[in-house]
C-alpha cells in the first residue's frame, strides 16, 4: 500500500486514467453479464459505444501517462541541479566562512568542501588564505585552483594532478608532494615558500619555480623538463642529492637565447629574463636547442 501511495503521488494523472479504466471495465463486464436479446437493441448499442469508449481511454491514458512521465522526469532533472548548484554554494560559502582561520578544524573542514566540490565536478576552486596544514590529500585532481597565500605547511600531496593552478606567496614548508603531476600544469609559485618540500617522482614538467623561495627542496627523481626557474643559481636552493641529480639529468638554457617549448601560458608571452631545464637524456631535445647557438646551455 505504502508503494502505491508513493507512486500514486508522483504520477496523479497516470493513476487516475488506470482507475477510470479499471471502472469503465468493470461495468462493461456487468453490462455482459445480461442476456441481450435480437430486438434489444438499445443494450446492445450501448455496449458497441462502451467498448469504443474503453478504446479511447486506454490510447489517450497512454498518451497521457508518456507525457506524464515525461514531464516529471524533466521536472526531477532541474531539481537534481538546482540540489547540485544548492550544494556547491554551500559549501563554497563555507571555504569563505573559514578564509585565514588557521586551526587544524579548519583544516578538516577545508579538505572536506574540496572533496565534495571536486566530486560535483567543480573546478577553478577558491582556496585562497585557506588553512590546509597538514592536510592529506589522495587522487584528486585541482583544475584552475588559486591557492595564493594559502597555507599548505606539512601537506602531503599523493597522486595529485595540478592544471592551471596558482600558489604566488603559499607555505609550502615540510610539504610532501607524491606521484604528483603538473604535466604543462601552468603551475606558478611566485613567491611561495618551499623549504624542504619533497617533490621526489614528481612530474613538473612545465611547471613554474620562478619567484619561489628554494631551501632543501628535494627534486630527487622527478620530470623537470622545461621547469621555469629564476636564476642560474637556483640549484643552490636544493639539497644535496637532488642537486646532483639535476647536475647529472639537465641542461639550464637562458630563455632570452632559446625559445622554449612552451610558448605562452594563458595567453600571455612566458618570461625572457628566466632560465628553463632540458632533460639531457631526450636527446632529439637536446640537439635542438644545443645546435640553435653554440654554446648556450649553462653548466651546473
Known sequence: MDWIKIKFKEYPTTFLFIILFVVVIIGLLGIDFLTVSDSDSFKENILVEAHGVLGDIFIFGIIIS??????????????????????????????????????????????????????????????????????????????????IEANLKDVKFTSVTFINCVFIGSNLENTLFSSLNMNNANLDMLGSNLYNCNFQQANLRGASFIGAKLSETRLLGADLSMLFVTDKNWIDGLEISSKKYVEDNYVLLDHNLYTSAIFSRNGDKLWSNTFFLVDKTDIEMYKFYNERVDPRATPF
Not at 554551500?90 to 573559514?98: A, G, K, T, V
Request: glycine share 6%; with cysteine.
Open 66 to 147: 508518456i507525457y506524464d512521465t515525461i514531464r516529471i522526469n524533466s521536472e526531477r532533472k532541474g531539481d537534481k541541479e538546482n540540489q547540485k548548484q544548492l550544494q556547491i554554494d554551500r559549501y563554497n560559502e563555507e571555504l569563505d566562512d573559514f578564509r585565514g582561520w588557521n586551526e587544524s578544524e579548519a583544516m578538516y573542514r577545508n579538505v572536506g568542501n574540496i572533496k565534495r566540490l571536486i566530486r560535483l565536478g567543480e573546478q577553478n576552486l577558491n582556496l585562497c588564505y585557506c588553512n590546509l596544514s597538514e592536510a592529506i590529500l589522495i587522487k584528486i585532481e585541482l583544475v584552475g585552483a588559486s591557492l
